[in-house]
């Protein structure tokens, strides 16, 4: 069995939910090709066995010739040993279609996310992200998985058809019409399915969205009394769900109804014709016992083609919500590998136009907003999470600059960011490196996360949960410094990196942070006195601009509205 997932995916083919299939397909074609060969076997080989049981009553018991019926018995069951390796081995492969599939397409999707980066949450509601990483990609790898009986469930019915053509032409054009109908009924029964499948997943999404964000956002909407407001819009949706969920169901009914019925319908017609063909003496007994199994066994070949079209539409509606999403692309073009500034990384200044900042070379710098926003916004732009304005770096635009290149040298750190689920030395460890614990260690001292990792279980071995959401607001934000403390930057960027721990601990943080950052650059958005005093320099932004810039103690004493900003964040 191959290992999963794949060292490299490959580039998908997201022009449209069919391409995206035939790209899977062409990427896994081995386990396609294997998975059809045998799925074609299996269904054959069952096809067989009533032709095989008919010659053994017919040749052996109606004419009495027992090395006839020995004969004939024998086949069988070789005939039924071949059918169960086949069996087996048809679905081995059915499975390795299934997590071809799944791995393959949970791999370009998941690189896609890290592709979008910041402009993700912009763009895409997290309940899309979470409904293509569960519902959507199971339903993907269910129509690959029925693959292997389609293929064989057509061979089947041809193997059939070509048997009772050559026995009677009456019975097999009444084979071949009928299947033709199912088959008709099939495909119109699938179109309406998959329309409304389609708009069923598309408002499951559009409740997941809600739901997360109502979730996230619980707290604060209880603080302004809005959660009944949500709440009734929560379930207005919940009900479009609902009808919308029927309308699938009632034409899902049919479907399921027809696979049951119709089949049974049909050989119930064939045994009737064959019966009056052996009355008229037309046909033999021999005969008339393998028409009636085979009208008893195309109950499997058509009910399977039935489950493969409804398999196949779920996995089309999918596939084409995946392919979507992977068209999406990142407000930041790509740029080329190989950054101009390699050779001036660590000393490049950083600076942003729109505002006049100019971030010193090394040093601890402080900005102070009079509005919160204009910190978040300068901090965005500095670090090119968003497009806007003119920042650049060495007198170079950010834009000109490859991501990966920025992402390694500017490091931005928000309160909202997320620590993610396991071990939490391998969340501490930056991207790409092995765990290095002397640095971890010094930047679990400077974040004055020591008495966080000591009092885990297992110290930095410990699991913590997806958001960390077993710890405290205070000791998430001091692990989310050390991170980024332990990548190292050439320009680390904070915004109000110790809002939510106490004085005595914002204050050594303060310190240790300078003595780390001796030599790199570190800027700090934040009101805080007991961070603003260890800054080299501090800039006072109001409506956008730098307006003044100087000590902490100098703008105290020079700025009214520095005054005002700081001395309402000490409150």
């Known amino acids: 069995m191959k290992k999963y997932p794949v060292p490299d995916p490959g580039v998908p083919d997201n022009r449209s939910a069919a391409r995206y299939l ?46 006839e019926l020995l004969r004939w018995t024998m086949l069988a069951l070789l005939l039924t040993v071949f059918i169960i390796v086949a069996g087996l081995c048809r679905h081995r492969s ?17 690189r896609h996310v890290v592709k979008l980066g910041a402009t993700l949450p912009r763009i895409v509601a997290s309940g899309e992200v979470a409904t ?109 769900l609902r009808r919308a969920g029927e309308q699938v169901a009632r034409v899902q009914s049919w479907f399921d109804s027809m696979q049951v019925l119709a089949p049974k319908v049909f050989a119930t017609v064939v045994t009737w014709l064959a019966a009056t063909f052996v009355i008229k003496d037309e046909l033999s007994v021999g005969d008339m016992i393998t028409f009636y199994g085979y009208a008893a066994f195309l109950t499997l070949p058509l009910s399977v083609l039935g489950q493969a079209a409804n398999a196949m539409t779920g996995a089309y509606v999918s596939a084409g919500r995946v392919a979507g999403f992977l068209r999406l692309e990142p407000e930041f073009p790509a740029v080329p590998a190989g950054p101009p500034l390699a050779a001036t990384a660590a000393t490049a200044q950083l600076t942003d136009g729109w505002s006049n900042l100019s971030v010193p070379r090394t040093g601890l710098l402080g900005v102070v907003c009079a509005d919160a926003e204009d910190a978040t916004g300068l901090a965005e ?8 304005g003119s920042p650049a770096i060495g007198g170079v635009p950010l834009a000109k600059l490859p991501l990966p290149w920025l992402r390694k040298h500017v490091v931005l750190v928000r309160n909202e960011d997320t620590l993610f689920g396991g071990p939490l030395i391998r969340e501490l460890t930056p991207p790409g490196r092995q765990a ?31 958001g960390a959401k077993n710890l405290s607001t205070g000791q998430q934000q001091r692990l989310r410094l050390a991170r980024a403390l332990a990548a190292e930057p050439a320009t680390l960027i904070l915004v109000e990196p110790t809002s939510a721990v106490d004085a005595l601990t914002e204050a050594r943080i303060a310190e ?3 003595e780390n950052r001796r030599g790199r650059s570190t800027v700090v958005f934040t009101s805080s006195a007991l961070v603003l005093d260890h800054a080299d320099r501090v800039c006072m932004v109001k409506d956008g601009l730098v307006t003044a810039v100087g000590t902490h103690r100098e703008l105290l004493a020079e700025c009214p509205a520095y005054w005002a900003v700081v001395n309402r964040g000490g409150e």
């Open 436 to 466: 290095d614990r002397a640095t971890l260690d010094k930047a679990i001292y400077v974040s004055a996360a020591v008495d966080i990792v000591n009092g885990l279980d297992d110290g930095l071995e410990t699991v913590i949960e997806n």
């Open 512 to 514: 240790r942070l300078v």
């Open 94 to 110: 059915a499975m390795a279609n299934v997590y071809a599939a799944e791995y393959r397409t949970v791999q370009v999707v998941t």
């Open 22 to 67: 035939l790209w899977l397909c062409r990427r896994q074609w081995q386990s396609v090709a294997s998975g059809a060969w045998w799925g074609a076997l299996w269904m054959v080989s069952i096809s067989l066995m009533p032709a095989v049981l008919g010659q053994a009553i017919g040749s052996g018991i109606a004419n009495k010739d027992a090395d």
């Open 381 to 388: 732009r500095l670090a090119r999470f968003t497009d806007s």
């Open 132 to 240: 293509i990483g569960s519902a959507d990609i199971m339903s993907i790898s269910g129509g690959f998985q029925n693959l292997s009986v389609t293929v064989g469930a057509v061979g089947a019915i041809c193997v059939v058809g070509v048997i009772l053509f050559s026995v009677s032409v009456p019975l097999g054009l009444t084979v071949f019409v009928g299947t033709a109908v199912l088959m008709a009924m099939t495909a119109y029964l699938t179109k309406i399915l998959h329309r409304r499948q389609s708009a069923y997943r598309s408002t499951q999404s559009q409740l997941t969205a809600m739901a997360v964000d109502i979730t996230a956002g619980l707290r604060v909407l209880r603080g302004i009394g809005g959660e009944w407001s949500f709440s009734r819009r929560y379930r207005c949706k919940s009900q479009s």
